[in-house]
């Protein structure tokens, strides 16, 4: 596999090769020395919009570190039929299974926002964590940020109308492309939410009226950051809270 060349800058975020920033949270929470270890054994790689990177039941090849960009994670229906259960941005990591020695992924995980990643093949992040404590720790953190993100996406889907799961899933995906602006289509948007076009089409109107987000074919804005968290059912606050309660317990 091909590797990407590193440097570590003389500032305190260390860049790639080509002089970049990097802007994965998992390699940023690394020492300097561990980050520019596991740097030399990645490879920078473009993610494509709807893009797939695992399949459902297939084999995991290698693990992206989020560099920029976001990941949709789907629960996918023996009628083919799919859902979202939790977002990847550049806080995360895919692959955690490759992490305890299993080798086949049990959701499909799919490119939403065009961005990069740096991958690494599942034999070398073996390695890698035998080598690097911090980067083992960091992933084992993340990988229960992850899950506890999924159980609450779950109830949300189940418990929760889609005015309000809406708003939560455009809070989310703001958060991980640190943007205003995204780049959705209310096809993809009824995939993500599991349920009808039309509902979505709804509920982006109503949103759009109050003056919480503004809407054209492909690209949505958010224009009221503070009101749309309150029209926003209690999963996203849940989520961010927990977040923050287990940040301060590190610290």
Not at 230 to 249: F, K, M, P, T
């Amino acid at each position: 596999m091909a590797k990407a060349a590193v440097r570590v800058s003389a500032t305190r975020s260390p860049s790639d090769g080509d002089g970049k920033a990097i802007g994965s949270k998992i390699l940023l929470g690394l020492s300097r020395k561990e980050c520019k270890h596991v740097l030399a054994e990645l490879e920078l790689v473009r993610l494509k919009l709807h893009q797939v990177i695992y399949e459902a039941g297939e084999t995991i090849k290698s693990g992206y570190f989020v560099n920029e960009g976001m990941m949709s994670v789907l629960a996918v229906q023996p009628d083919g039929k799919s859902v979202e259960v939790g977002l990847i941005g550049k806080e995360g990591f895919a692959g955690l299974p490759l992490l305890v020695g299993y080798r086949t992924s049990a959701t499909r995980v799919v490119i939403q926002a065009d961005g990069s990643g740096y991958r690494c093949d599942g034999q070398t992040l073996k390695r890698l964590l035998r080598e690097c404590p911090e980067l083992e720790r960091q992933l084992h953190r993340f990988g229960h940020q992850l899950a506890m993100q999924t159980t609450q996406v779950a109830a949300c889907n189940r418990l929760h109308d889609v005015n309000e799961r809406l708003a939560r899933w455009i809070l989310m995906t703001a958060d991980r492309l640190s943007s205003k602006q995204l780049p959705l289509t209310q096809e993809f948007l009824s995939q993500m939410l599991g349920t009808r076009r039309a509902s979505v089409t709804v509920a982006a109107g109503i949103l759009q009226k109050v003056g919480l987000i503004s809407y054209t074919r492909g690209s949505l804005t958010v224009l009221n950051r503070e009101q749309l968290e309150e029209a926003a059912c209690d999963c996203y606050g849940i989520v961010q809270q927990q977040l923050r309660n287990w940040e301060s317990e590190i610290k």
